[in-house]
T-cell receptor
């Protein structure tokens, strides 16, 4: 089974600075999707960014970007110009692309604190 | 993107009782998913609900404990039966988006006393 590992239980960043959250995964598949989800105290899981494994180009969404290293099975999230609203739990997730339905595998999460 | 309404948002229940959680989606979807998030932990898939068929449960979850209904393409319920304090968790409903991403409801925070 696939596993997703987030080795940083908690991180802190100063407002306006940059922070990188780490994620590694284990799979024998070549085609899959990777995601970062944000869960603020409101509990709503919000999609931050998505990466297809077949794309070499790293995904970006405004202040959020990823460093996808397929050979190393690494998928880190960089948050630039951190804002107070970025404070949340961040979950890395893996999903196979091999058929129509595949379950998500979530990491254990990283709690991000943003200091004013 | 899909808009998912989940009710109740939170509840405190006595042990031995049951709670039914509702999930309403603003569009028709083939599959709906139910997750459990225990305190301080990640999401674990409970089951997948298809309209017109029995739900498919993940290892460690059984229908008697977590019965699921899926009467139509926009609605599903999850019941947590015969609750114990170990069932205290956040329960989340989810559906697939057009690009393989998942959309989630706002979750139900359940406390069993």
């Amino acid at each position: 089974a696939q596993t997703v590992t987030q080795s940083q239980p908690e991180m802190s960043v100063q407002e306006a600075e940059t922070v990188t959250l780490s994620c590694t995964y284990d799979t024998s598949e070549s085609d899959y999707y990777l995601f970062w989800y944000k869960q603020p105290p409101s509990r709503q899981m919000i999609l931050v960014i998505r990466q297809e494994a077949y794309k070499q180009q790293n995904a970006t969404e405004n202040r959020f970007s990823v460093n996808f290293q397929k050979a190393a099975k690494s998928f880190s999230l960089k948050i630039s110009d951190s804002q107070l609203g970025d404070a949340a739990m961040y979950f890395c997730a893996y999903r196979s692309a091999s058929n129509n339905f595949n379950k998500f595998y979530f990491g254990s999460g990283t709690k991000l604190n943003v200091k004013p | 993107s899909a808009v998912i309404s989940q009710k109740p948002s939170r509840d405190i229940c006595q042990r031995g009782t049951s709670l039914t959680i509702q999930c309403q989606v603003d569009s028709q979807v083939t599959m709906m998913f139910w997750y459990r998030q225990q305190p301080g932990q990640s999401l674990t898939l409970i089951a997948t609900a298809n309209q017109g068929s029995e739900a498919t449960y993940e290892s460690g979850f059984v229908i008697d404990k977590f019965p699921i209904s899926r009467p139509n393409l926009t609605f599903s319920t999850l019941t947590v039966s015969n609750m114990s304090p170990e069932d205290s968790s956040i329960y989340l409903c989810s559906v697939d988006g057009m690009d393989t991403e998942a959309f989630f409801g706002q979750g139900t925070r359940l406390t069993v006393v």
